[in-house]
């Protein structure tokens, strides 16, 4: 088998995101995660869409839909070229109302192992800050 590693360092340069439960990007919370999104079917895997994440987040971190979109929409910028994501925000930009803008936002997705991969990041990123701030 092989396996590729996300090169793209940009997770590390932005930082965490604030208001994150410090056990969500655990190991476990991650496996259960995956193993949810591929019960899924297409909309889990190999892409989970916004839907899905959005009712799981609530569920099963207690996130706010404000927050789980705050949390998806980061990773997506980050996974996407800087080209797809301008477009697609322009579009989404352009709606007149709500409920389109739901639909149009239902419609994303990204990968799911890379937002795996992001969660675990901003887990890590957390408890290093946690210890930098306890040592001084």
């Known amino acids: 088998t092989k396996v590729?590693?996300?090169?793209?360092?940009?997770?590390f340069k932005h930082g965490i995101l604030a208001g994150f439960p410090a056990s969500f990007g655990t190991a476990e919370n991650l496996s259960k995660?995956?193993?949810?999104?591929r019960?899924?079917?297409k909309n889990g895997w190999p892409n989970?869409?916004?839907?899905?994440?959005e009712s799981y987040a609530q569920r099963n971190f207690n996130m706010t839909p404000d927050l789980a979109c705050l949390f998806f929409e980061s990773c997506r910028?980050?996974?996407m070229s800087m080209k797809d994501t301008s477009v697609w925000d322009d579009r989404y930009a352009t709606c007149s109302s709500e409920d389109t803008k739901s639909r149009m936002r239902d419609k994303v997705s990204v990968n799911?192992?890379?937002l795996a991969l992001y969660m675990?990041?901003?887990?890590?990123?957390?408890?290093?800050?946690?210890?930098f701030s306890?040592?001084?």
């Open 4 to 11: 590729l590693v996300w090169p793209n360092q940009d997770i």
């Open 33 to 37: 995660f995956l193993m949810y999104c």
């Open 39 to 41: 019960t899924k079917g």
């Open 48 to 53: 989970v869409c916004y839907a899905i994440w």
């Open 77 to 79: 910028h980050i996974c």
């Open 112 to 114: 799911t192992i890379h």
């Open 120 to 131: 675990y990041s901003q887990n890590v990123t957390l408890m290093q800050t946690q210890k």
């Open 134 to 136: 306890l040592r001084s």
